[in-house]
């Protein structure tokens, strides 16, 4: 159950305060900040919630938070102002204390993982094509930013990849699901919500085997895991290697660096099996990563490559 209580319009504050409000913006809408040189719409608002935040600079808040935060005004003087602009008070939605969702990180980033996750057959086409089953998806916690929570605007349509631990989730990537060379278009593949580099799918190394897979990114390692029963972490690239992930890599008899068939795919294998000792290089055939080989040869022809 939602409280309602009348407040200023945000909307109508942003737009005295100079910035462009869309004429049609249900739930969180995605503007340029007007308190900053703003080219990214870096900056959210909600007109039923009745807030406002910019991920670009530090002005966030209520109407009178906002205005306080932006022209350094005490609350009396941003009210004040408010009546001077002659802003419409409208209704706005206030969730009860005990409904009100956690500040904290993790607990922002599981909420964002499992709402996501309930759009993920939006992603089935694209999980068809690369051979990553339902049950797979599912496993992983895959999702899809449909419909983004405050903050995720720029990865809208992505597929989401949580980043789990035993803790819980402590990171997300974002991937472009489209059929088309991304540095074309003008944008990354991927898009990180990390604060540092991480291991993706890290409790695979508290397998019982005495062997583990390192790859170059998450959906080989999510393929090698799900797909092909092989314990499997990934890396994003050899430049990301971080001194503790040798530590945390320790105890296995054979550690399979697989790289991608091309030059790139070799250094990564080369580069990141001289920090391991118990390393085994691995190159996959010409043109061929791992989700290639398992869509040609499926998870024999992959175990095959690895010897396993």
Same mark, same amino acid.
């Given at each position: 159950? &939602?409280?309602?209580?009348?407040?200023?319009?945000?909307?109508?504050?942003?737009?005295?305060?100079?910035?462009?409000?869309?004429? $049609?913006?249900?739930?969180?809408?995605?503007?340029?900040?007007?308190?900053?040189?703003?080219?990214?719409?870096?900056?959210?608002?909600?007109?039923?919630?009745?807030?406002?935040?910019?991920?670009? *600079?530090?002005?966030?808040?209520?109407?009178?938070?906002?205005?306080?935060?932006?022209?350094?005004?005490?609350?009396?003087?941003?009210?004040? %102002?408010?009546?001077?602009?002659?802003?419409? %008070?409208?209704?706005?939605?206030?969730?009860?204390?005990?409904?009100?969702?956690?500040?904290?990180?993790?607990?922002?980033?599981?909420?964002?993982?499992?709402?996501?996750?309930?759009?993920? /057959?939006?992603?089935?086409?694209?999980?068809?094509? %690369?051979?990553?089953?339902?049950?797979?998806?599912?496993?992983?916690?895959?999702?899809?930013?449909?419909?983004?929570?405050?903050?995720?605007?720029?990865?809208?349509? &992505?597929?989401?990849?949580?980043?789990?631990?035993?803790?819980?989730?402590?990171?997300?990537?974002?991937? *472009?699901?489209?059929?088309?060379?991304?540095?074309?278009?003008?944008?990354?593949?991927?898009?990180?919500?990390?604060?540092?580099?991480?291991?993706?799918?890290?409790?695979?190394?508290?397998?019982? &085997?005495?062997?583990?897979?390192?790859?170059?990114?998450?959906?080989?390692?999510?393929?090698?895991?799900?797909?092909?029963?092989?314990?499997?972490?990934?890396?994003?690239?050899?430049?990301?290697?971080?001194?503790?992930?040798?530590?945390?890599?320790?105890?296995?008899?054979?550690?399979?660096?697989?790289? /991608?068939?091309?030059?790139?795919?070799?250094?990564?294998? &080369?580069?990141?099996?001289?920090?391991?000792?118990?390393?085994?290089?691995?190159?996959?055939?010409?043109?061929? $990563?791992?989700?290639?080989?398992?869509?040609?040869?499926?998870?024999?022809?992959?175990?095959?490559?690895?010897?396993?």
């Amino acid at each position: 159950m &939602r409280l309602a209580e009348y407040k200023p319009s945000i909307s109508d504050v942003l737009s005295n305060c100079g910035a462009d409000i869309p004429d $049609d913006g249900d739930g969180w809408v995605s503007i340029a900040c007007p308190f900053h040189d703003d080219s990214h719409n870096s900056a959210t608002y909600n007109e039923t919630e009745g807030v406002f935040k910019c991920f670009g *600079c530090d002005v966030s808040g209520d109407s009178v938070g906002v205005l306080s935060k932006a022209y350094d005004l005490t609350p009396e003087d941003a009210r004040k %102002r408010l009546d001077e602009w002659q802003v419409p %008070r409208v209704p706005v939605q206030r969730a009860p204390a005990q409904l009100k969702r956690s500040t904290k990180g993790r607990d922002l980033l599981l909420e964002a993982m499992q709402h996501y996750e309930d759009s993920l /057959d939006t992603a089935s086409d694209y999980l068809t094509s %690369r051979g990553i089953t339902r049950t797979a998806a599912r496993e992983a916690r895959l999702g899809v930013v449909n419909t983004p929570v405050m903050g995720h605007e720029m990865y809208r349509g &992505r597929l989401s990849i949580p980043y789990l631990t035993t803790s819980g989730v402590v990171g997300m990537k974002f991937r *472009c699901m489209s059929d088309h060379r991304c540095k074309d278009e003008g944008h990354a593949k991927y898009l990180t919500l990390m604060q540092d580099t991480r291991m993706y799918h890290v409790t695979s190394v508290l397998t019982t &085997r005495s062997y583990l897979a390192v790859t170059e990114g998450e959906i080989d390692a999510l393929v090698l895991n799900y797909l092909c029963d092989i314990p499997a972490v990934g890396i994003p690239g050899a430049n990301n290697w971080k001194p503790h992930f040798a530590r945390v890599l320790e105890g296995f008899d054979r550690i399979f660096v697989i790289g /991608d068939g091309d030059k790139a795919g070799q250094e990564f294998a &080369r580069n990141v099996s001289k920090k391991l000792d118990a390393a085994l290089p691995v190159v996959m055939p010409d043109g061929m $990563d791992v989700n290639d080989m398992y869509l040609a040869d499926g998870a024999v022809g992959v175990m095959n490559q690895l010897g396993v």
